[in-house]
């Protein structure tokens, strides 16, 4: 039993030394010379490894596989029941078995970092989720979204009850992905987050675990994707803006009948994405004269939006640079040294330990705060970019006279396949001719 | 192609298909390179998270931000640089009514830290990582009066090796790092030897 009068001496001592640098060793290890003691071992620690690499590359092997089935499934086999099973597969194996990272959608951060930032060097497997399915979609279209991305899937089995979306809302929504896109993008280039990541609304449901915040912004997406045909992929995803524009060349495409288009009709009404264009009347009178000063303005209207979007980028860079946690604490050192705030916080207090200079830190913030000048102008002019040319191809006609899959809307999910009576009529003459055979 | 019947007339077809087929080749270019620029300073191994134990104030955070509900972080010792201290500012509460194993006067919120006599004056203190929480009280205790031989290390078992760690993004002091997954610890060094 120790007297309290020890503890309390032992504990002024303490209060002494607490402003002595961490980590000092003022109790040299002692030596066991009566029972000769051994050491726990050190490799208690390091024994437990992370999972081996060869997984990764299974992941990798497994993404072509899936990719290269998808392909398959929706240009060949036509099939919506097999689509949707190798979607399961997809969300059961990269969601749930994966727990969801790395993804692809997350992947387009790693390659922004690694291209701005020479220290970091990015892992081969995030490489390849970047890339495989972009390739994919310049051959074959969007199948890496019909049945590859476990986000994907997710939305896809509750889509029970779809409405359509009109069009006009469908075209403003879908600008926030490009803007989302934008900020993702600069945000990763200059080091400061992963919003992609941060943001990512099912993976607390992948993990089975999260912030209730996340927990409630996914199951918020699930309940409206019951009716709305997968919101996050339509509306905010990133990686879906760079595969609809791939998408658009491809080399392959989705038709809804290899056969005859008999323009029904129903088709249309089997996409829950709002994905099928429907023909094109004839031009009224008078509009192709109307329809070449609106393309000329337009044209005119470009740069302006550019340049406009652009500045506006700029001049927010004081938030957006908050998101970097060298400003961030610049700012909350400055309140601090200025007397604006009494109290102090973890990252001061740490800061102040290192003994770094405060200016070092300030002219770091201010770099820093340049470089979101720089990407504000770029990301905005971007935006203001996408805006324009959105409104040009909204006024340019394009020639149509069957029913047919928008080459960049389309999710390739197949659901159109089996709706469309030729295809039917195609399937049973197919069978028959099986049957004679 | 399906569409080559639908288009109106011949030229419109070259020059739709022209375009396209040269869009498609700046698509496949600008892939080319960016997987050259990646290629060139690509890493075979992967890389996962850990703290660095010489930046880490032990602030709490580990134990909440994590995204596992029992976080990934845990508290380890390197025993070389424990001096086996009879009071062990990393066991005891400050305030501590007396030196035994009773439970008010344990640090460790969940009693993770066993105490064990080995000779006289020297206890070792072993941590039980199953009812570790990561929130570093004993780091900081062992810090401020003791040698330091405890610290919070990513337990590469249970980390899920998210893309953007939630630790990562809430660590005050900057500790966490993309570290290579073949050496995935950052382990304190002795000074004594």
Known sequence: MVRPGYIINRMAVFLVLCGVALGAERFPPPEFVETNHQLPPINQITDVTPRSDIYEYIDVGVLLAALGLSSYLVLRKRSRRAIFILMVFSLLYFGFWRKGCICSIGAIQNITLSIFDPDYAIPITAAAFFLLPLVFTLFFGRTFCAAVCPLGAIQDIVLLRPVSVPKWLENMLRLFAYVYLGAAVLFAATGSAFVICRYDPFISFFRLSGSLNMLILGACFLVVGVFIGRPYCRFFCPYGVILRQFSRFSKRRVTITPDECIQCGLCEDSCPFGAIREPTAEWPVGYYEKSKKRLAYLIILVPVLAFLCGWMGFAVRPVMSRMHERVRLAERIYLEDTGKVQDVTDASTAFRATGQQTKELYAEASKIRDEFGLGGWLVGGFIGLVIGLKLIGLTVRRQRVDYEADRAGCLACGRCFEYCPQERLRLKNAKEIIGES | ?193
């Not at chain 2, 401020?144 to 760690?165: K, M, P, S």
């Open chain 2, 1 to 193: 192609m399906a569409e080559d019947n639908k288009t109106i007339n011949g030229s419109a077809i070259n020059r739709r298909h022209f375009l396209r087929d040269g869009f498609w080749g700046a698509c496949m270019v600008s892939l080319g390179a960016v997987a050259g620029l990646l290629g060139r300073k690509y890493k075979k191994k992967d890389t996962v998270w850990q703290i660095d134990p010489y930046t880490c104030v032990a602030c709490g955070n580990c134990a909440t931000y994590c995204v596992l509900e029992e976080s990934a972080v845990k508290c380890v010792k390197v025993f070389a640089i424990c001096g086996y201290c009879d009071f062990c500012s990393a066991y005891y509460e400050p305030g501590a009514v007396a030196l035994d194993t009773a439970a008010e006067n344990q640090l460790c919120p969940t009693g993770a830290i066993k105490r064990e006599f080995i000779e006289d004056p020297y206890y070792e203190y072993t941590i039980d990582e199953k009812l570790c929480i990561g929130c570093g009280k004993c780091v900081k205790g062992c810090a401020v009066f003791g040698n330091g031989a405890l610290f919070l290390q990513v337990r590469h078992d249970r980390c899920l090796n998210c893309n953007e760690c939630s630790i990562a993004a809430a660590c005050p002091s900057g500790a966490f790092k993309r570290v290579p997954a073949d050496k995935p610890y950052l382990l304190k060094e002795t000074v004594h030897t």
